[in-house]
Structure formats: C-alpha cells, structure tokens
C-alpha cells in the first residue's frame, strides 16, 4: 500500500543510485531473532528453512524458527520493559519514536534495497513502503502525549473520570507482502499506547523486521520493547496462547485469522486481524477514462499484485468497455518487469516459486471456465542470467470474466485483473457486494452524487472515489465482514491498543440500603 504515489514519485531524488542483482551478494549471516535489546540464536535445536530472493531464486539465509524457550524469553523481555515504558509520559515516549523515524529517514534507501532483497518488489515501491513506516511512527508519536481520559460531574458534587490504559505485552504477527511497513504499522500505535511489543514477521520474509528492532533501540526505548521471534506457525501458536500477551494483531490469510481468533479466545484477548480481499473496482461510462485506467492498475498490479486490498474485479459500464480494456491492455503490456534494483523496473518478482505456481494456476483455471487471456499470465524470464532463477510473471488482464468464475471469487494475490461488463448502477451493486470478504471497494465516476451514492451501498471497510491503494496513515485502514476485525491507522487504532478505565469519587458519605 502506498501513501501518496503522486506526491512522492515528484519528490526529488535524493537517494544514490542503486545497485543491480546482477552485481554483486548479500552476505546475510546475523541472527534475524531480536529481544533484550540484541540480536539472539535461537536455543532450540528445529529444523531451518530456506529464505529466498524472490528476484533470484538463491538462498539468502537459513530462518532458525523460535520455539517455546525462545519464545518465553521474548515475553519476558516485552513485560520487563513495559513496567518502565507505560509509566513515561506520552511527551517522553514520542521522543523516542520520533528519533526512530528519523533514523528510518537517513536509512531509508538500505532499508528499501533490503526490503526488495526481502520480498521482491520493485525500489520505486519499497522507499515508499519505508516512508510509509516513517510516516506511522511520526503520526503516533504525535497521538502519544494526547491520551486522555474523560472527567464526568455527578450529583452532590460527585465525579467521575476515565482514563485511558495501555494493555500490556502485544503481539503483531505480519504478512510477506510489506514486511516493513506492517511491523512499523502494528507497533507505531502499540508503543504510543506505552505497550510493548513482540513481532513475528513472515518466515518468507524475515529480514526487516530485525531492522526496526535495531532502529527503536538506537532511538532510546528500554530494552525490550520491540522483539523479534522468527518461525511459521508454530512460534505464532506459542505467542497467542501466551498467557503474557494482553493483545493478538494480524495480518494474513482469512483461514490463518481464524485460528488466531479462536487461540486469543480462549484467554479473552483483544485481536485486531487485517485478513483477504476480493474488491470490486465500478467504472461508470461518465469516468475519465485515462484516470479510471490508470485507477485500475494501482489496483491491480502494485507490489506484484501482491496486495489484501487490490480492486481485482474490475466492473466497467458496457459503453465504455472496448475502449477501457483496449487502454488498460496497452498499458499493461508496458509494465517493465525485471530486476527490482533498477530505477526502471515497475514490476519485480513474485514472492516465491510455490506462489508464482499457484497464482499461473488460477490463469489456466480462468482459461478453462471461459476467460479470454487479452495479455500476460504466463512466466516471465528476465535477459539477465542472474535473474533466470526468480519468480517472475507478466501481469494479466482477463475479459469476458463471469461472477461464478473463480478468477471473480477467490483471492488470487497476483497480477490478474478480471474485467467485468455491467449496465445498471442497481446491478452493479448487487454484484459488487456477493462476496463474504469486505476490504475495500472503489467507484470512478464524475457525477458526485453517484459516487457517494455508490460508496454509502458498497459493503466495505476501506471505500475510494477516483482512486486507488491510497493508505495515508491518518486514515484508518481495515474490512468489512470477513476481512477483519478492528483497525489500522488513524486515531481510532488508539482505542485497539488501550483500555478504558472508570474512576467513581464520592464527594459525600455513602448513601446505604443496610
């Protein structure tokens, strides 16, 4: 997700220029573990895993998954350094983030170049998803000295207040597709609440997170605030059934959200879940055309197509269907795809092999239930011979799409975009809104009753008129249905990592029954 695309591809370049794939190695021997203020070895003795460059098919290192010792420690160090952290004032600990984030700002183009190494996208995104993180801390801090309560008059000079209380040791469990971004989204508010954090990143992409560990020890928070555990799904088991965490935020899958639910459940905890999507994107005939063409590829080709709430089903009026696909395809077989390093790349690789399969699965199965391919959908193979062994795919644009095809009903969290036709507002709605996910929704139209017309109908958390994908931290973020619980961004995230407290004073002697 972007902040403002616009706006910042004007900015002027400041970062130096950025090396290939094809000149050189990342010698990544650390430990990816981080708590107690340092980078740790796990003490179990598990089985690694191979982390990929998706841009080259190597191996960049071997993910040691934390088990429960680790784990516990990881806990432990979090509770530590919330009894010091929640008793600072919210002045003192925006200070602290905001030295964090401007250690981000003089790192951003190393953290960019390793979230590309990480996950694959292309530079131009990934300085963004950095600034993006930046951005949310910045916003927090600003939020952490505004906490306050409420101060009600009672009867006979009584009163009562509420104050507002952190919760205590939080877990944030991110996703592969902004490994950065995520671990900076979830802990911005968790630290401006004067909570603690433990973060497990995706095991696809496990390089990052380490990288804020570091950055928000640098900037001065007590040992202990932020920490990393690496591991799949076991490791994300332990810290939800821990009974130290006071709170459970994910991002990911809507199966995977489910059993994060049903595990908080059984201590009562909180969760906040950022889960899938299947978004509908309505283009009405009275568009700009050009801008409702250039919409749909933000909603549909960003990070590798890699994204929750991309507008895959795309709903454009029968008028001006010939005339949106024809540019739409134009442009899409523009799109350079290569290596992620270079300034000139708009589309890099694919997370991993598995995933590259499964999403060309989807375009086969398209094919077979009657889609018309218009471009892409097959593999893609850079010249660069150090790049023959990523994951790459030419983005993919589908025609004569069906609502019952599975190209229309199932989250393919890749590069494809199913074109669909539609003649009435009343229609289009209905068929927008057939779906059990609600992330986000989106409306082209340059009649301004409609389009707000429109968006009051949509069933969905995150609405756009006349764009798309843009995410300012400002604004809350999150779905409808089964898409999510809960928030991120925006002042109201506040209220998912604090809690309320009631204080009755009794300014007279007690008035009893007995």
């Not at 370049?13 to 794939?21: D, F, G, I, Q, T």
């Not at 993910?63 to 010792?69: K, N, Q, R």
């Not at 990143?201 to 990393?228: K, M």
């Not at 986000?440 to 958390?461: M, Q």
Request: proline share 5%.
């Amino acid at each position: 997700m972007l902040q403002r695309l616009a706006v910042l591809l004007r900015q002027p370049a400041a970062a130096p220029p950025v090396r290939s794939l094809s000149s050189g190695s990342l010698n990544i021997t650390a430990p990816l573990n981080f708590w107690g203020g340092k980078r740790r070895t796990s003490k179990e003795r598990s089985n690694g895993e191979n982390v990929y460059e998706p841009a080259t098919g190597r191996v960049l290192c071997m993910l040691e998954p934390c088990g429960p010792s680790d784990v516990d420690q990881a806990v432990e160090a979090a509770k530590s350094a919330f009894g010091h952290w929640s008793k600072m004032s919210g002045m003192e600990r925006a200070r602290v983030m905001i030295e964090a984030a401007h250690i981000i700002e003089n790192r951003r183009e190393e953290i960019a170049e390793m979230e590309v190494v990480n996950n694959g996208k292309s530079i131009t995104e990934a300085r963004l998803d950095v600034d993006s993180a930046r951005l949310s801390i910045e916003y927090y801090a600003g939020l952490a000295s505004s906490l306050a309560g409420q101060h009600v008059q009672l009867p006979g000079g009584s009163f009562a207040y509420t104050r507002r209380e952190p919760l205590g040791v939080c877990v944030g469990i991110g996703a592969w597709n902004y490994p950065f971004q995520i671990a900076a989204w979830k802990s911005a508010p968790a630290l401006a609440c004067g909570n603690s954090m433990v973060f497990k990143p995706s095991p696809v992409t496990p390089l990052t997170a380490v990288l804020l560990a570091e950055i928000y020890a640098e900037a001065g928070a007590p040992e202990g605030l932020f920490n990393v555990v690496q591991g799949g799904q076991e490791t994300g088991s332990l810290l939800c059934r821990h009974p130290d965490v006071a709170k459970v935020s994910f991002t990911g899958s809507v199966p995977t959200g489910q059993k994060i639910m049903e595990m908080a459940s059984k201590g009562v905890k909180p969760v906040t879940l950022e889960l899938g999507g299947k978004s509908p994107l309505l283009v009405f005939e009275d568009s700009d055309l050009q801008n409702a063409v250039r919409g749909a590829l933000m909603a549909n080709f960003l990070s590798q197509g890699q994204v929750c709430s991309n507008g895959t089903r795309v709903f454009v009026q029968n008028d001006i269907l010939p005339e949106f696909v024809a540019e739409v395809v134009k442009r899409t077989q523009a799109i350079e795809i290569g290596d992620p390093l270079l300034e000139s790349t708009r589309m890099g690789a694919l997370v991993s092999r598995t995933h590259l399969d499964k999403v060309l699965t989807f375009v086969d199965q398209a094919k077979k239930e009657g889609a018309v391919v218009l471009c892409g959908g097959e593999s893609f193979v850079p010249s660069d011979p150090k790049l023959k062994g990523g994951y790459y795919m030419t983005p993919c644009v589908l025609a004569n799409c069906k609502d019952d095809m599975t190209c229309v009903r199932e989250e393919i969290f890749g590069p494809v975009m199913s074109v669909l036709s539609f003649d009435t507002e009343q229609e289009v709605l209905q068929r927008a809104n057939d779906t059990a996910l609600g992330l986000a929704a989106g409306v082209f139209t340059s009649d301004v009753k409609r389009a707000h017309r429109v968006v009051e109908h949509l069933n969905a958390g995150s609405c756009f008129i006349n764009n798309y994908n843009i995410t300012p931290v400002e604004v809350p973020f999150g779905g409808f249905k089964m898409s999510g619980i809960g928030r991120e961004n925006g002042q109201v995230t506040i209220e998912y990592y604090s809690q309320l407290k009631t204080v009755y004073v009794e300014m007279g002697d007690v008035d009893s029954l007995f």
